[in-house]
């Protein structure tokens, strides 16, 4: 899915003293609020909304193709594919 910036205005200090107290505890204000995020989303959005949005976003994600070179066809051919001979 694509990705999009939420910005919130909220008083300093308590996200400051947030910070402070997860120092050293291995996370962050910005990854527990994308975690919340999703949390919201699944208590809002209905499954059969979520399934919808998963497979459009897995069809917008573009297909790898296998090429294949070919040789190179380098004058007339017969059926079975062996050349019929050189220019004159």
Known sequence: MKETTIQIRTEFEKVNAIRICMNGKGGSVEQEL????DTLYKKYVPQAV?????????????ATRRVTRRKPVSGPTTEDGTETGGED
């Open 34 to 37: 994308a975690d919340y995020v």
């Open 50 to 62: 979520r399934e919808f949005i998963e497979k459009a976003d897995e069809q917008e994600q573009p």
